[in-house]
């Protein structure tokens, strides 16, 4: 064998290591599952849109699912359908496609749609006609955000078409929906006028003759805090990975990502650090260098707010925030290249929070997890995250 290839094996490491991961604390899910469960009516839709909030749709959706999660849902027909490829044979509901979406491979596949009006009826109607099965769907009520689901005043001819439909025995209605949008400050108004709204728009489809099943309003925040909001069932998705939108600190945070310092250096006072010189050095220190930036979901806004955890301590980002990479001053601290950075994580040993990043970029905590890059491997852990024994 030639001295060329063997020679590398001596310097190679045991373990290659990732220089950055992001680890999914699933028994932090499991945990929260449980406690959603036990706050919801009898269905709990295990929310796994957006790749389950940055955090691995197929690793959430199936911890979930064994923790007291009675079904699933996700926005688009791929996201379904990525799971039904999975193997994962539970209830799915896709709540948001245009007209023309592939609902004939919704129905093969048993994934569930919810229709927010006439039109999206008609697609569906004339889909189960080719495919010569009912499809099961959801009819979506806007109750007040005027944002997706049936405007109020189009809701009962909605439900009219529907009876109309399931008597063709094109679709089957199993379920009633609708979103809060102001969930998160229970004490405002605008959750109880809504809340009514919902329940009378339950009532219509009744009186329509249609017999939904699963009547759902709440996310998160109102399964957490709105008894009035739960219905049948609730469907929640920021919770499980331990976002609680209305502030309380029941839920566990399942993300932890980390890095591996590639260099250090040494420098000098006045020495300008980055792109465009957005820090200067105030006097002798080292500077650290961690292989993650803006492509892997470092909010650039978050340049010169920000710290890490190195060496037990928070080490402020200095300069701004490269695609690919930040610089930490780490003082006089001796940090060697290899040392593991903990970039964010549920803060039980100091290093920051989701909401701690969420904070220093002017954005919500969900915008934080869904933002984190594709380059940045998801590593599912059953056990306690980094730092913890
Ligand atoms: C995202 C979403 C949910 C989940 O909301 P969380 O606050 O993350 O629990 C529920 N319903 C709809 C329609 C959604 O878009």
Not at 26 to 35: D, P, Q, W
Request: aromatic fraction near 4%; glycine fraction near 10%.
């Amino acid at each position: 064998m030639s001295t060329f290839l063997a020679a590398p094996a001596l310097t190679r490491p045991a373990t290659p290591v990732a220089p950055v991961q992001l680890l999914v604390d699933l028994a932090a899910v499991a945990h929260n599952t449980r406690l959603l469960r036990s706050r919801s009516a009898d269905h709990l839709m295990a929310v796994v849109k957006a790749d389950g909030f940055g955090h691995g749709a197929e690793a959430v959706a199936r911890t979930a699912l064994a923790s007291g999660a009675t079904a699933l849902g996700v926005t688009s027909l791929a996201e379904a359908f990525a799971l039904r490829e999975a193997g994962i044979t539970a209830p799915l509901l896709s709540w948001l496609n245009p007209v023309e979406a592939d609902f004939e491979e919704a129905a093969r596949r048993d994934v569930q749609v919810a229709v927010p009006g006439p039109a999206h009826l008609a697609a569906v109607c004339a889909s189960a006609e080719r495919t010569g099965r009912p499809a099961q769907v959801h009819l979506h009520v806007d109750v007040g955000m005027a944002r997706d689901g049936c405007p109020p005043e189009l809701w009962r001819r909605l439900c009219l078409q529907a009876r109309e439909a399931e008597r063709r025995g094109q679709v089957r209605v199993v379920g009633v929906m609708g979103h809060l949008g102001c969930a998160d400050r229970p004490r405002e108004h605008c959750n109880r006028i809504w809340t009514g709204a919902f329940a009378a728009a339950a009532r219509t489809a009744l009186r329509s003759g249609l017999t939904p099943r699963i009547r759902h309003l709440a996310a998160t925040a109102a399964t957490l805090t709105n008894p009035s909001a739960r219905f049948d069932g609730s469907r929640v998705g920021a919770g499980l990975v331990g976002i609680d939108p209305s502030g309380s600190t029941e839920l566990r945070p399942a993300m932890t990502v980390t890095a591996r310092v590639v260099d250090v250096r040494e420098v000098r006072a006045g020495t300008r650090v980055g792109y465009g010189h957005a820090h200067t050095t105030t006097g002798r220190t080292r500077l650290a260098l961690l292989p993650l930036g803006y492509a892997d979901g470092v909010p650039r806004a978050a340049g010169g707010h920000a710290s890490v955890l190195l060496r037990g301590r928070r080490r402020p980002l200095v300069g701004a925030v490269s695609m690919d990479q930040v610089v930490v001053d780490t003082g006089d601290d001796v940090v060697r290249p290899g040392e593991l950075a903990t970039v964010l994580g549920p803060g039980d040993d100091g290093e920051p929070t989701v909401a701690d990043w969420a904070g220093w970029s002017g954005t919500i905590a969900h915008e934080i997890v869904t933002g984190l890059g594709r380059r940045v491997p998801r590593v599912p852990r059953v056990s306690a995250p980094v730092g913890r024994s």
